[in-house]
Nanobody
Framework: QAHLVESGGGLVQPGGSLRLSCAAS????????MGWYRQAPGKQRELVAA???????NYADSVKGRFTISRDNAKNTVYLQMNSLKPEDTAVYYC?????????WGQGTQVTVSS
């Protein structure tokens, strides 16, 4: 019964920045470990960043040092700050619970990095 809505994507030049948001409803958000995933054309969906209910973060090697995941439990929202964006970051970005993965994915938000 969780409902997730991703937003904040768009077109950005290489080296630019975007901040993605994932708003959750229908759950007790604060107790869950959340993650950001992405899926590029012709590739599998991959986990790029995760944050535990306690605020501990982990990142895929490909984005380490460039992306920052955070959460605001009062707003039932998880964020992904993306800096120094590369064309390889182009994908549809999704959020989801990390440990079990809720069956219903949101619409995602498109991130396109291009000159």
């Amino acid at each position: 019964q969780a409902h997730l809505v991703e937003s904040g994507g768009g077109l950005v030049q290489p080296g630019g920045s975007l901040r993605l948001s994932c708003a959750a409803s229908g759950i007790i958000f604060s107790i869950y470990d959340m993650g950001w995933y992405r899926q590029a054309p012709g590739k599998q969906r991959e986990l790029v960043a995760a944050i535990t209910s306690g605020g501990s973060a982990n990142y895929a090697d490909s984005v380490k040092g460039r992306f920052t995941i955070s959460r605001d439990n009062a707003k039932n929202t998880v964020y992904l700050q993306m800096n120094s964006l590369k064309p390889e970051d182009t994908a549809v970005y999704y959020c989801n619970e990390v440990r079990v993965g809720w069956g219903s994915w949101g619409q995602g938000t498109q991130v396109t990095v291009s000159s």
